[in-house]
Nanobody, 124 residues
Framework: QVQLVETGGGLVQAGGSLRLSCAAS????????IGWFRQAPGKEREFVATITWSGRTTRYADSVKGRFTISRDNAKNTVYLQMNNLKPEDTAGYYC?????????????????WGQGTQVTVSS
């Protein structure tokens, strides 16, 4: 069992930056792959980025590639999502999730544990 808590959301102007954090409890955090997903009002939740248990492999949605960077610090049980050059279309609730497999996983149904989310709002 792992519990996830997202922080770092807020209101930012277009072109600005935010860094989201996903803090996890549990001694086995370093074995899990962690993904970030987002859901805008009236839309389905979508994949944003993921990082393997080792941190060596990452994958991004095309819509955020080159602007967002996912990283992790297993010593701190935390995964980060650095978001630069934010656009209004990035506005959404952002959720982190843990996959016990540990590898690259983009399908949300394969993530067993989810946080409560943090809101990101980008104004134009």
């Amino acid at each position: 069992q792992v519990q996830l808590v997202e922080t770092g959301g807020g209101l930012v102007q277009a072109g600005g930056s935010l860094r989201l954090s996903c803090a996890a409890s549990g001694r086995t955090f370093s074995r899990y792959a962690i993904g970030w997903f987002r859901q805008a009002p009236g839309k389905e939740r979508e994949f944003v980025a993921t990082i393997t248990w080792s941190g060596r492999t990452t994958r991004y949605a095309d819509s955020v590639k080159g602007r967002f960077t996912i990283s992790r610090d297993n010593a701190k049980n935390t995964v980060y999502l650095q978001m630069n050059n934010l656009k209004p279309e990035d506005t959404a609730g952002y959720y982190c999730a843990a996959n016990v497999n540990g590898g690259v996983v983009v399908t949300e149904t394969l993530y067993a544990y989810w946080g409560q989310g943090t809101q990101v709002t980008v104004s134009s």
